[in-house]
């Protein structure tokens, strides 16, 4: 490809045109100009192409030791005991179903849109409607298809999901950026009208409610607060594990080559339209799993307008305060929304409870706590993950090959390196990320 892209590179540098009379720099001409967006192209896609010796120089300094591996799976071993075993036997009924539950559940939604924005870099702001369209699926598949597994009638809601998901992503064939943000809006809107004004969709209720199904798996009844933790815990697991492969495959890289650069992407083969349709289906049927567990497994109840705009934002603000484009991220900002108010809550109740009217109190809570959203995204805007990465890398010292990463640029994962938006032509009077353009 080297010597390919040479020979196209010194034909094209030797059919320029001549300098103009103004002494205006000279213009190359097609093919010199397509063998510089190759090189271009190149250098785009090997930030998430499959580490090589060339790619990643410092790959073998980098590579984890067995112990560390060890490590890394004794520590995973010893969490998912207290998770599973641990939390059910100790843990309140208050802070299982009204903290865990919910933190679980809203981890998964970010999950699932950190895959669609994090990764493949697809912008939307209708989670909350997927999240309502998988609620309702799961409820009419265990309400009209008798003798099917509650598990299954999650998946197939999960299904309706992304196909919606995929439906409503076909607009990313042609827009991007704000555009794309206003097509997923309207999804928000139309999804949540329908459910309201289909009634056969809430089985004719005259309030649009939806009521959980016996919760059963295996013959064996979750309806108390322990038995719907594990349940959601059980999903939540699962559906991590098969992100964390799926970010790590040739899918994976197709959604972070599309993301960095989507002209790149495009003349190296990755099929960018269906690389984009994907993420859309893919996110959506996280996110309506994520709407089954937060109406039956939490809620037990559940009306469209609980799935609405605000919702959404929740989910949104999950992904950016966690950080773009890390699984890891998703827990840490769930975990923010949903204990930091409890905290607040707690704080000013115990400072300033008798002081202050209750109305008030709870104005205050909204102020504290949309404050400390600025300021921490004014003083880390790549999110908790990031943060949380750099204050492990400082205690545990510079290691080898130390300081030979480019910086992550924002959303990126750590270490991929930073790429120029692909709607901006490049301009020969500031330097490239790669070779100079041919002239």
């Keep these: 490809m080297s010597a390919e892209l040479q020979a196209w590179r010194s034909a094209g540098a030797g059919r320029e045109t001549a300098p103009s009379p103004t002494g205006a720099a000279r213009v190359p001409d097609a093919e010199g100009a397509a063998a510089w967006l190759l090189e271009q192209a190149a250098v785009s896609v090997a930030s998430v192409a499959p580490a090589t010796a060339t790619s990643r120089p410092d790959r073998q300094t980098g590579r984890q030791t067995g112990r560390q591996k060890a490590l890394r799976w004794a520590a995973g071993t010893v969490a998912a005991v207290l998770a599973f075993v641990a939390v059910p036997q100790w843990a309140s009924d208050y802070w299982l179903s009204a903290i865990l539950i919910p933190f679980l559940v809203?981890?998964?939604a970010g999950l699932g849109l950190n895959l669609l924005t994090g990764y493949a870099g697809q912008l939307s702001v209708g989670s909350a409607a997927f999240m309502a369209v998988g609620a309702f699926a799961t409820y009419n598949f265990a309400l009209r298809v008798p003798g099917l597994p509650l598990?299954?009638?999650?998946?197939?809601?999960?299904?309706?999901?992304?196909?919606?998901?995929?439906?409503f992503g076909l607009p990313a064939l042609r827009i991007r950026?704000?555009?794309?943000?206003?097509?997923?809006?309207?999804?928000?809107?139309?999804?949540?009208?329908v459910l309201v004004k289909f009634s056969w969709l809430s089985n004719d209720s005259a309030s649009g409610v939806i009521t959980a199904p016996p919760l059963v798996v295996a013959g064996v009844h979750l309806d108390h607060p322990a038995g719907r933790y594990l349940l959601t815990l059980s999903i939540v697991a699962v559906l991590t594990l098969l992100a964390r492969n799926l970010v790590h495959s040739a899918t994976g890289r197709r959604w972070q080559a599309v993301r960095d650069h989507e002209t790149a992407a495009a003349l190296m083969g990755v099929p960018v339209g269906a690389t984009k349709v994907l993420a859309f289906a893919i996110s959506s049927f996280y996110l309506g799993v994520a709407g089954a567990l937060w109406a039956f497994a939490y809620l037990g109840t559940v009306e469209p307008h609980g799935f609405d705009l605000t919702r959404s934002f929740e989910v949104l603000f999950i992904a950016i305060l966690g950080g773009l484009g890390s699984l890891s991220g998703a827990f840490l900002g769930a975990a923010v929304i949903g204990l930091l108010p409890i905290g607040l809550s707690l704080a000013c109740d115990a400072g300033l409870g008798g002081a202050i009217d209750?109305?008030?109190?709870?104005?205050?809570?909204?102020?504290?706590?949309?404050?400390?959203?600025?300021?921490?995204?004014?003083?880390?805007?790549?999110?908790?993950?990031?943060?949380l990465a750099a204050l492990l890398q400082r205690l545990r010292?510079?290691?080898?090959?130390?300081?030979?990463?480019?910086?992550?640029?924002?959303?990126?994962?750590?270490?991929?390196?930073?790429?120029?938006?692909?709607?901006?032509?490049?301009?020969?009077?500031?330097?490239?990320?790669?070779?100079a353009c041919p002239g």
């Design 106 to 108: 809203l981890s998964l």
């Design 397 to 435: 010292g510079p290691g080898p090959g130390a300081g030979t990463r480019p910086a992550a640029w924002p959303g990126t994962p750590l270490g991929a390196r930073p790429h120029e938006p692909s709607d901006v032509a490049p301009d020969a009077s500031r330097p490239a990320a790669g070779p």
């Design 177 to 193: 950026g704000f555009y794309l943000i206003v097509s997923t809006l309207a999804a928000q809107f139309l999804i949540q009208w």
């Design 151 to 167: 598990l299954g009638a999650i998946a197939l809601g999960g299904g309706v999901a992304a196909l919606l998901g995929a439906l």
């Design 358 to 387: 209750p109305g008030q109190l709870q104005n205050l809570q909204k102020i504290l706590f949309g404050a400390l959203i600025i300021a921490f995204l004014i003083k880390e805007p790549r999110g908790l993950a990031h943060a």
